[in-house]
């Protein structure tokens, strides 16, 4: 006789957000944006995904490790004026509820994602698109000079 084992893992804040992130981000890879984590806006907050689309439009992600994150960091509305789309970016086990309904959802784990529920859009003014736009690959030039 065999007794089932019951296995969970626990992951802890840290590695949960590593995870959603790296998820996140290779599923706007695969949906053909170019990602950059940690990415600094004008306004000195901190976006934890930003892509770039082939049309140059922008996408940022707020990832949350969970439900005590989102709680006490109320600072995501100020992301908005810096997107054109804004999503949050959670695990699979992270309680939607939660969340408010407009902005886009993303599920995602170490391995992927999925688009859980679209995003609206609201396209930038494009002398603040061309500003972004510019910054961000002054970022990811110097990055790769680091490597």
Same mark, same amino acid.
Request: glycine residues 8%; hydrophobic residues 45%; positive net charge.
């Given at each position: ?25 290779? *599923?706007?890879?695969?949906? %053909? ?6 990415? =600094?806006?004008?306004?000195? +907050?901190? /976006? ?50 939660? *969340?408010?309904?407009?902005? %886009? ?6 391995? =992927?994602?999925?688009?859980? +529920?679209? /995003? ?28």
């Amino acid at each position: 006789m065999s007794a089932a084992v019951h296995l969970e893992l626990v992951f802890s804040r840290r590695e949960t957000t590593l995870s959603v992130t790296r998820g996140a981000a290779r *599923l706007l890879a695969d949906m %053909g944006y170019a990602p950059l984590l940690e990415v =600094g806006l004008p306004n000195g +907050r901190r /976006a934890d995904v930003m892509a770039l689309g082939r049309k140059g439009d922008i996408v940022i992600c707020e990832v949350k490790s969970g439900a005590e994150d989102y709680r006490v960091d109320r600072k995501w509305p100020e992301y908005a004026p810096f997107c054109d789309v804004f999503f949050f970016a959670v695990a699979p086990d992270f309680p939607q509820s939660l *969340l408010p309904d407009h902005p %886009g959802l993303i599920v995602a784990d170490g391995f =992927g994602g999925a688009v859980v +529920r679209e /995003a609206s859009e609201t396209p930038l003014a494009a002398a603040r698109r061309k500003a972004l736009t510019i910054a961000f690959a002054r970022l990811a030039a110097s990055r790769t000079l680091r490597l």
